[in-house]
């Protein structure tokens, strides 16, 4: 698994960024994949999870209802759709792919593979 995160930006508050998250190997449809984000000074944190053929999903509880994960295993990508936006969303972003139980879906230790990360910067 060779993830690579994009989509990130510069958006004002109250904007939407779709980020995606490509997979270049063959074996992308088999992993549960996650996103996290590390704001500025913080550590990194669960942002949501997808299991591998996309049936159910899980997401941080302040995010839910604004941030929606998604797959195309056709196409090796997922996705993180983020509406709403708020400067406290501000962090740069990371994808990552496990085999892990699901019941491990928020440990960022759980996850074999990482993508380099992309920059969201919400503005006020």
């Known amino acids: 698994v060779q993830l690579q995160a994009s989509g990130g930006g510069l958006v004002q508050t109250g904007g939407s960024l779709k980020l995606s998250c490509a997979d270049s190997?063959?074996?992308?449809?088999?992993?549960?994949i996650a996103w996290f984000r590390q704001p500025p000074g913080k550590e990194r944190e669960f942002v949501a999870a997808?299991?591998?053929?996309?049936?159910?999903?899980d997401y941080t509880d302040s995010l839910k209802g604004r941030f929606t994960i998604s797959r195309d295993n056709a196409k090796n990508t997922a996705y993180l759709q983020m509406n709403n936006l708020k400067p406290e969303d501000t962090a740069v972003y990371y994808c990552?792919?496990?085999?892990?139980?699901?019941?491990?879906?928020?440990?960022?230790?759980?996850?074999?593979?990482w993508g380099q990360g992309t920059q969201v910067t919400v503005s006020s």
């Open positions: 190997g063959r074996t992308f449809r088999r992993y549960k």
């Open positions: 997808i299991t591998s053929n996309g049936g159910t999903t």
């Open positions: 990552a792919a496990t085999l892990a139980n699901w019941g491990s879906r928020g440990l960022r230790s759980m996850y074999n593979y």
